[in-house]
């Protein structure tokens, strides 16, 4: 009779992640405060509105790579090279028509949305995508393996670099959109290397790419790009409804509402990270709901401290400069809406590794459904706190029906085969 196989611990990988996104807040929190306070309102909202294209851009030009890279090594090991291999395919096919498609839409749309961008901003997020979207593939494999204890440190060596550089930038009045940028995609490319000297050298995984894979694998992330897809603009849509409205200034300012808002959301990305591998790998049921309860009570906690700490204008304008005056309440009211995303987000995490993309996309669909019905009355009241409460309105809705259907999920115990993993087992096939 075969031993049971090790189950991974939930929790232990739950605190490297948690170390993980917690130096990211930490180092984009301070690097926030030095750009938002050396950028003004106006220039800031251009950053906000280019950080904003990158993000939907990516997760277009991604084809769900992260998620089905995570999935399927996850599954099986073995297939690491391949996987490594087609992950660097896809990121370099993939990512250079996404980087046509950023450059084009800044381009085209400079006058009517992003007035103040010049080329060089424009072509230097374009060559970001590429390097973001390689990197998040490999940090997808890296998370699949279960080496979380590797990725912990790795991202709070990757954010203490960025935060040095935005620091170096500052100090030398240097600080501006482009080397703000540049900072980010710098870091996301050293990294990348990271993580591609570990595998190739350390797990003795040279990248080996397999064509006739790779199609099943372009397979899965048709469905995992409608999730990435759907979910970037469930939490960026509000961003460009007030720049379709009001002025790049006023975006600058909720554009800092949103970003601080994300806070909870990193802290609720470390726990849905890993729940989705702990359920694709086939972690105890009751270890996942302990992982579930414990981020949704960190979550909680964070989301107080959020309101106790920013929710004064005096304490914003003191950290962030005049671009915070004004965002209070924009953040008070954007808050509930983070707070059910960032539940939604946990939700997704053990959806996804159950197979069961086609509800995580219907969730996210409806948010995106509810708030751009919304914006219209909404914003044509009051723009930024129109944007905010169709924001919470939609994303609250989102969090509603996922948690419906995650206990009727949990009953019916479907063959992951069905939807996401359709392909694991021939992928995994020896």
């Known amino acids: 009779m075969r031993a049971e196989e090790?189950?991974?611990?939930?929790?232990?990988?739950?605190?490297y992640s948690l170390m993980a996104r917690g130096s990211m807040l930490l180092a984009r929190g301070l690097g926030l405060i030095l750009i938002s306070r050396r950028l003004g309102g106006e220039h800031f909202g251009v950053y906000a509105l280019l950080l904003a294209t990158y993000s939907l851009c990516a997760s277009v030009g991604a084809f769900g790579i992260e998620q089905t890279s995570l999935y399927l090594v996850g599954r099986r090991q073995k297939r690491l090279p391949i996987l490594v291999g087609n992950s660097l395919l896809l990121a370099l096919f993939c990512g250079l028509p996404a980087a046509l498609l950023c450059f084009g839409t800044v381009t085209v749309l400079r006058d009517r949305f992003f007035t103040g961008a010049t080329w060089e901003v424009a072509a230097l997020t374009a060559l970001g995508l590429p390097i973001g979207i390689a990197?998040?593939?490999?940090?997808?494999?890296?998370?699949?393996?279960?080496?979380?204890?590797?990725?912990?440190?790795?991202?709070?060596?990757?954010?203490?670099?960025?935060?040095?550089?935005?620091?170096?930038?500052?100090?030398?009045?240097?600080?501006?959109?482009?080397?703000?940028?540049?900072?980010?995609?710098?870091?996301?490319?050293?990294?990348?290397?990271?993580?591609?000297?570990?595998?190739?050298?350390?797990?003795?995984?040279?990248?080996?790419?397999?064509?006739?894979?790779?199609?099943?694998?372009?397979?899965?992330?048709?469905?995992?790009?409608?999730?990435?897809?759907?979910?970037?603009?469930?939490?960026?849509?509000?961003?460009?409804?007030?720049?379709?409205?009001?002025?790049?200034?006023?975006?600058?300012?909720?554009?800092?509402?949103?970003?601080?808002?994300?806070?909870?959301?990193?802290?609720?990305?470390?726990?849905?990270?890993?729940?989705?591998?702990?359920?694709?790998?086939?972690?105890?049921?009751?270890?996942?709901?302990?992982?579930?309860?414990?981020?949704?009570?960190?979550?909680?906690?964070?989301?107080?401290?959020?309101?106790?700490?920013?929710?004064?204008?005096?304490?914003?304008?003191?950290?962030?400069?005049?671009?915070?005056?004004?965002?209070?309440?924009?953040?008070?009211?954007?808050?509930?809406?983070?707070?059910?995303?960032?539940i939604a987000l946990l939700i997704a995490g053990e959806l996804l590794g159950r197979g069961r993309a086609d509800v995580v996309v219907r969730a996210y669909a409806l948010a995106v459904f509810c708030a751009v019905v919304l914006f219209w009355p909404l914003c044509r009241w009051d723009t930024a706190l129109g944007a905010a409460t169709a924001f919470s309105v939609a994303s609250t809705a989102q969090a509603l029906w996922m948690a419906v259907v995650l206990k009727s999920a949990r009953a019916l115990q479907a063959p992951r085969e069905a939807s996401l993993g359709a392909m694991a087992p021939s992928l995994a096939a020896e």
């Open 135 to 342: 990197h998040n593939a490999l940090v997808g494999l890296a998370v699949g393996l279960g080496r979380f204890r590797y990725y912990g440190f790795v991202e709070l060596c990757k954010w203490l670099a960025y935060l040095a550089l935005v620091g170096l930038f500052y100090v030398r009045s240097g600080l501006s959109v482009f080397t703000s940028l540049g900072s980010f995609f710098a870091v996301l490319l050293g990294a990348s290397l990271v993580h591609l000297a570990f595998f190739t050298f350390r797990l003795h995984a040279r990248p080996t790419p397999c064509l006739r894979l790779l199609r099943r694998m372009l397979a899965m992330g048709r469905r995992m790009l409608l999730v990435q897809l759907t979910s970037v603009l469930a939490l960026r849509l509000d961003v460009y409804a007030v720049r379709f409205f009001g002025a790049m200034g006023l975006v600058g300012t909720y554009a800092l509402a949103t970003h601080l808002g994300e806070i909870l959301m990193y802290v609720a990305r470390s726990f849905a990270m890993v729940v989705f591998s702990g359920t694709a790998r086939g972690s105890r049921p009751a270890a996942l709901r302990l992982g579930l309860l414990v981020g949704a009570l960190v979550m909680a906690a964070v989301c107080l401290a959020l309101g106790v700490v920013f929710l004064r204008e005096g304490v914003l304008v003191a950290l962030f400069g005049e671009t915070s005056r004004g965002c209070v309440p924009s953040l008070l009211v954007r808050m509930p809406g983070v707070l059910a995303a960032a």
């Open 6 to 15: 090790p189950r991974p611990p939930v929790l232990t990988h739950s605190v």
